[in-house]
């Protein structure tokens, strides 16, 4: 079944995606991999190629494109290819920097910064996790008071997207004492700002392509003009902003799927196995069949997902199934991948190798999938387990004692 998401301007902005996939991207993913990096090169020629900061307001240089199925498009042909580091950049580019500074910054901002999130000139990253605080925003420890003109910012961050190269972090800091949700604010920390360094590149167990960093503090000294939004707005901001950081990755995680289920079933069509193809095998061929059911399944729901959130109406809970389940169904999908390619699945030379380590951040990242039950068991049991009225009259035989409660003597 084919998706109808897409309409004909969708299909022609794809062509220009995928010539640009082709000439820029597939001939240097072994050297970026081997530099752990992506040179700036390639940002800079996604954004001539109109890649990048599609939603960035026309007098910014950006087109105002606020179709997400654009983006989406983007990312479904970054993964056609497996090149997951370059989508997870981007990603983070697009729907989480960008994403804030749309959102949140003022007149002034947007003309100190926008701009080269159009030409591919500034890489943004977004600063939340800490060595101490993952998952548990509220027990972030980086700091950040008030001095004159200044905010000042003390504390480390670790995992952070683009680190190496972002030109521009969006800081997630306490600003104040109690553990509230108005106690922590957004800061853009620009490159070269005093006591602001850079750690150690981050050496991970897949996305090698991807420049993850840890980030350092020291008395770092922020103009108060790059407070971004309101002092105390900071955790709001995030809750605001996470239905479209995990949605994209639902959707890098479908697309994952969607391309190494085609490598595989081109793999079991061609190699064989005593005297016949891998894919004439019962076993081999059921599990494919279920696994292109599911694929499909999911892929409806993740089309959804996309439309709901250009109505404006995707909602946290939706998100957070949408992640779940994607990087769920791709963790399968590779697994079974790997296993049917036999032993050249265990070799990175074979994309479907490298779709194996790279994939594995996807159940932790953007909220693991633990949280990701825990929004949805709460929107679910809260809404099916509202206290009933009692009815009235005599207690069933027997409920009193169950209860813990005696009969008067």
Not at 161 to 176: C, E, H, P
Not at 368 to 385: A, H, Y
């Amino acid at each position: 079944m084919r998706s109808d998401l897409f309409e004909t301007d969708h299909e022609d902005y794809r062509r220009t995606v995928r010539e640009f996939v082709k000439r820029r991207v597939v001939p240097n993913m072994g050297r970026w991999d081997a530099d752990r990096l992506i040179d700036r090169d390639t940002w800079r020629a996604a954004g001539a190629q109109g890649l990048l900061g599609l939603s960035v307001p026309v007098e910014h240089g950006g087109a105002d494109e606020r179709d997400y199925r654009y983006r989406v498009v983007v990312q479904q042909e970054i993964a056609r290819v497996g090149a997951a580091a370059l989508q997870s950049g981007f990603t983070t580019n697009d729907d989480i920097a960008l994403s804030y500074l749309l959102r949140h910054a003022d007149a002034e901002q947007r003309g100190r910064w926008l701009a080269g999130f159009v030409t591919g000139e500034t890489i943004g990253a977004i600063a939340m996790s800490e060595p101490a605080a993952g998952s548990d925003l509220r027990g972030v420890r980086t700091t950040a008071v008030r001095d004159g003109d200044d905010w000042v910012l003390n504390g480390s961050k670790t995992f952070i997207t683009s680190g190496i190269l972002a030109d521009l972090v969006i800081v997630f800091a306490r600003t104040g004492e109690d553990a509230g949700s108005r106690a922590f604010s957004l800061f853009v920390v620009e490159n070269g700002t005093p006591g602001f360094t850079r750690g150690r590149k981050l050496d991970k167990v897949g996305l090698h392509a991807q420049d993850t960093a840890e980030l350092f503090f020291d008395n770092a000294r922020v103009p108060a003009a790059n407070l971004l939004g309101e002092v105390g707005e900071g955790l709001p901001a995030l809750m605001r902003s996470l239905p479209l950081e995990r949605l994209g990755i639902a959707l890098s995680a479908q697309f994952s799927a969607e391309a190494v289920l085609e490598w595989t079933v081109e793999y079991v069509r061609q190699r064989r196995a005593f005297g016949k193809r891998i894919g004439d095998f019962q076993a081999p061929a059921f599990k494919l069949a279920e696994l292109s059911t599911a694929v499909e399944v999911s892929r409806a729901f993740l089309d959804r997902c996309v439309r709901e959130y250009n109505a404006g109406t995707l909602t946290a809970t939706d998100a957070a199934k949408a992640k779940l389940w994607a990087t769920d169904l791709q963790h399968e999908v590779i697994d079974a991948g790997v296993q049917l390619h036999g032993g050249y699945g265990y070799m990175m030379e074979y994309p479907v190798a490298k779709a194996f380590v790279d994939a594995r951040i996807q159940r932790i990242y953007g909220g693991t999938s633990e949280i990701m039950k825990e929004i949805i068991q709460r929107e679910l049991i809260g809404r099916s387990l509202r206290p009933r009225r009692r009815p009235r009259g005599p207690e069933p035989p027997g409920r009193r004692l169950r209860a813990g409660r005696y009969p008067a003597r």
